[in-house]
């Protein structure tokens, strides 16, 4: 069962003043640059073990995410 935390306190917890707005997060989860984010009804999550796990490389981290 994944982690889920919601983008707003992933945000909180990434990130130190100042911090990017919640649209851009969002706009970074759409295009796939947060793994590990999903999207339920209209709110953002992110599986912060499988954001924990990430490299930094977004095409290492697609190819990784694809195998598990």
Not at 10 to 37: D, H, Y
Not at 48 to 68: E, F, R
Request: aromatic share 10%; proline share 6%.
């Amino acid at each position: 069962m994944p982690k889920l935390m919601k983008l707003a306190e992933w945000r909180n917890a990434i990130f130190i003043a100042p911090r990017p707005s919640l649209r851009t997060c969002q706009k970074w989860c759409e295009q796939g640059l947060i793994v590990g984010s999903r999207k339920y009804g209209h709110l953002w999550f992110v599986d912060v073990d499988l954001y924990n796990q990430s490299t930094g490389n977004p095409l290492v981290d697609s190819i990784l995410n694809k195998q598990g």
